[in-house]
T-cell receptor, first 115, second 110 residues
Framework: DAMVIQNPRYQVTQFGKPVTLSCSQT?????MYWYQQKSSQAPKLLFH???????NEADTPDNFQSRRPNTSFCFLDIRSPGLGDAAMYLC??????????????FGPGTRLTVL | KNEVEQSPQNLTAQEGEFITINCSYS?????LHWLQQHPGGGIVSLFM???GKKKHGRLIATINIQEKHSSLHITASHPRDSAVYIC????????????FGEGTQLTVNP
């Protein structure tokens, strides 16, 4: 089945130790998003790739970076995780640029714990 | 004031009850999404609407563009429907970005 896959599902890292979260999709969607969701809060968009174009949200800390080496894969790099970065990280995809607006399809998320 | 308001914030129902969750928004949108999130889990897209009504199984979503209002209905509710339901909109001014409501926590008791 076509889907959005995130690895790992659970990630534990130490304060200040770089960590990379992975997202892949088999939907061939041209847009990929990274969201941060803290407990009992709505998801917060960090950035998204529209094809190869990177779009950073104005309030996303510099500590968060992203890479999209090809259509299928997108990575979230946290350069120096702080305790406040512990959250669920959600990847989503959509197809844009067609006459009909398309749904965003979400992955299962990666829960990041920072010790 | 949030651009997307959901009500109620929390809802408890008995199994079998008909459930309605409401979403109001204050700006022009191109589409509205209803999303479901189980505890500790990822998000599942239930519906995307730009007009009218959609039905999938026991779930029905409606939208009234003139009134800037949408409802999500669950018929014959079941404990497995217990989850957070999130309304999210695509603003005309924000491209493909979604603006999220705060979510409605639904608990269905057996």
């Amino acid at each position: 089945d076509a889907m959005v896959i995130q690895n790992p599902r659970y990630q534990v890292t130490q304060f200040g130790k770089p960590v990379t979260l992975s997202c892949s999709q088999t939907l061939n969607h041209n847009v990929m998003y990274w969201y941060q969701q803290k407990s009992s809060q709505a998801p917060k968009l960090l950035f998204h790739y529209y094809d190869k174009d990177f779009n950073n949200e104005a309030d996303t800390p510099d500590n968060f970076q992203s890479r999209r080496p090809n259509t299928s894969f997108c990575f979230l790099d946290i350069r120096s995780p702080g305790l406040g970065d512990a959250a669920m990280y959600l990847c989503a995809t959509s197809r844009e640029g067609t006459p009909l607006y398309n749904e965003q399809f979400f992955g299962p998320g990666t829960r990041l714990t920072v010790l | 004031k949030n651009e997307v308001e959901q009500s109620p914030q929390n809802l408890t129902a008995q199994e079998g009850e008909f459930i309605t969750i409401n979403c109001s928004y204050s700006v022009g949108i191109s589409a509205l999404h209803w999303l479901q999130q189980h505890p500790g889990g990822g998000i599942v897209s239930l519906f995307m609407l730009s007009s009218g009504k959609k039905k999938h199984g026991r779930l029905i979503a409606t939208i009234n563009i003139q009134e800037k209002h949408s409802s999500l209905h669950i018929t014959a509710s079941h404990p497995r429907d217990s989850a957070v339901y999130i309304c999210a909109v695509r603003l005309w001014t924000s491209g493909s970005r979604l603006t999220f409501g705060e979510g409605t926590q639904l608990t269905v008791n057996p």
